[in-house]
């Protein structure tokens, strides 16, 4: 049984940084990408931060600059560093890697950018 949790959320002021992690249980056989997606009411679901399958990052022109993904050597943990945070960030944030079988996707965690 193959899990995904977020960690990490919460309410910040703009301005502020904020880390996401997320871990995953179980075992994923041929992993090919692993990413950060955020949504918010009304709008689709938006990839913002990505391993490629080569293992380079790719990150949305929204959080260039601002967002740095990262994951450690077992591919079984990945965090999401978020500084200068914008009040347009707020959304639910899910982690998501995608594996041989398909792609496996946490439940998400609420960031919430406010003053």
């Known amino acids: 049984q193959v899990q995904l949790v977020e960690s990490g959320g919460g309410l910040v002021e703009p301005g502020e940084s904020l880390t996401l992690s997320c871990t995953v249980s179980?075992?994923?056989?041929?992993?090919?990408?692993m990413g950060w997606y955020r949504q918010t009411p009304g709008k689709q679901r938006e990839l913002i931060a990505e391993?490629?399958?080569?293992?380079?990052?790719n990150y949305a022109d929204s959080v260039k600059g601002r967002f740095a993904i990262y994951r450690d050597n077992t591919k079984k943990r990945m965090g999401l560093r978020m500084n200068n945070l914008r009040r347009e960030d707020t959304a639910v944030y899910f982690c998501?890697?995608?594996?041989?079988?398909?792609?496996?996707w946490g439940q998400g965690v609420q960031v919430t950018v406010s003053s």
């Open positions: 391993f490629t399958s080569e293992g380079s990052r």
């Open positions: 179980g075992k994923i056989f041929s992993i090919s990408t």
């Open positions: 998501s890697i995608q594996g041989c079988l398909g792609a496996y």
